[in-house]
């Protein structure tokens, strides 16, 4: 047996459909506010490397910036603490435990990629410049001018910079923002 309000009472039948509107409506902001905290709760479980490696998939457009440095461009390889940007005049490593920020530029539409290969953390990248004794730039959040020079020694805590004048430097991996690594001109 079914009772039908509206042939009984139209009040009772407008009461009704009040209630089940105010409730379906609680239930919809209920919803919003469980699948808002649960998106935050995945942003702060993220690195600043599963940032990077976001960025590198879409193709964005970042700034890595340090208080004396900002480069731009997209992120050819992200790896552990390491991020990989390239600018068009230079390969820049960018050591994400370091002193540096990303910002995006520019968000991309397609155009992404994937890491494959390369190194798998800041460390193993400055161990490559060590290996290949080519000539770097290093931005260090301790000194107001870029050091340039040639990796001679990967430390466990640090590297030795060979610089002008066969000055040594001693740099400890926390310190250093990025590498600059020049592309040749073909």
């Given at each position: 047996m079914s009772a039908n309000f509206s042939d009984d009472n139209p009040e009772l039948e407008a009461l009704a459909a009040e209630l089940r509107q105010r409730i379906a409506r609680e239930l919809r902001w209920e919803a919003e506010d469980v699948e808002s905290e649960t998106l935050k709760q995945v942003l702060r479980e993220r690195t600043l490397s599963d940032v990077a490696r976001e960025s590198m998939a879409r193709g964005d457009?970042?700034?890595?910036?340090?208080?004396?440095?900002?480069?731009?461009?997209?992120?050819?390889?992200?790896?552990?603490?390491?991020?990989i940007v390239a600018t068009g005049h230079a390969l820049v490593s960018v050591n994400l435990a370091g002193p540096v920020t990303l910002r995006c530029v520019e968000t991309a539409s397609s155009g992404g990629t994937s890491s494959s290969g390369?190194?798998?953390?800041?460390?193993?990248?400055?161990?490559?410049?060590?290996?290949?004794?080519?000539?770097?730039?290093?931005?260090?959040?301790?000194?107001?001018?870029?050091?340039?020079?040639?990796?001679?020694?990967?430390?466990?805590?640090?590297?030795?910079?060979?610089?002008?004048?066969?000055?040594?430097?001693f740099v400890r991996f926390a310190d250093i923002a990025m590498v600059l690594q020049a592309l040749s001109r073909r």
């Open positions: 457009v970042i700034a890595a910036s340090t208080p004396t440095l900002t480069v731009v461009g997209t992120i050819s390889h992200a790896r552990g603490d390491l991020a390369g190194s798998g953390s800041f460390k193993a990248r400055l161990a490559e410049f060590e290996m290949t004794g080519e000539l770097v730039g290093l931005v260090v959040a301790t000194l107001p001018d870029m050091l340039v020079g040639r990796i001679t020694v990967t430390a466990a805590d640090h590297i030795v910079v060979r610089g002008a004048g066969s000055t040594e430097w």
